[in-house]
């Protein structure tokens, strides 16, 4: 039987495509344009996007387990519902689904209300379900390199709770963990949440401070002030998103994400190896 990953030519979906070939898995994905793909032969590619019921069907026509990654995006939450109608509509009880931390308590925050929706939905549909919950992407302060060489200025408003970010490959490692996990088994096992976090729980400040070391000159937090933050993303995405933006960092600010004891301690049994770090993750910017 076949696993299908949704959001394939992400940058979450992509690694998930490379670590299930890795293991050697019979892998579909499903996307917009076939032509951006670039898989491998051996990755069946289906056209199509999450609203569009037909090709959805299509593409789950012999696939036992199902990787679920839809993107921040003003109808969110009705991809993922309708994705998990017809997933159940095709017989597909095997589900990895790719939520957000603690997405139980932010309820402010659209993209994280939206996918609790979906949490709850395969909880109360009786999926056998593995809900992954990463903080923040590690991979995301590639759109703001510039503006800390240029500037000088770190300009995320992170805060002084602390964050545990992750790196978007050991998501993707994980995921296809349980891809696996999950599609070889005998039966349907029960539903699971794991949080995806870094091996650092990072302040603002430390982060700044990992900046500076990597490049040799000082590197400032630019504070906690969330309107420059939602100012500046409104200039290259629609302004709704951007305020949604802010509403995360004010969830930055306020809450941080903190991981739970243990977390980092699963983690690293579960892959086998060390998490990726965000100075990792800087010292290849800065290289680049």
Known sequence: MTILVTGATGRVGRHVVEQLINRNADVRVLTRDPAKANFPASVDVAQGDLLD???????????????????????????????????????????VYLSVFEADDAVDVPHFAVKYGAERMLEKLGFGATILRPAYFIDNDAMVKDVVVQHGVYPIPIGSQGIGMVDARDVAEVAAIELIRRDTAPGNLPMETINLVGPDTLTGEDIAAIWSDVLGRPIVYGGDDPSGF????????????????????????????????????????LLGRPLHSYREAVNALAAA
């Open 53 to 95: 019921i037909d090709s959805v069907r299509k593409a789950f026509a012999g696939v036992r387990t199902l990787f679920l990654l839809n993107a921040v995006s003003g109808d969110e939450f009705t991809q993922a519902i309708i994705t998990l109608n017809l997933a159940r509509e095709a017989g597909i009880e095997r589900v």
């Open 230 to 269: 939602e100012q500046n993303m409104g200039r290259f995405m629609p302004r709704w998103m951007a305020y949604e933006m802010r509403l995360m960092a004010e969830r930055y600010v306020s809450h941080g994400m903190i991981p739970k004891p243990g977390d980092v301690t699963r983690l690293t049994a």
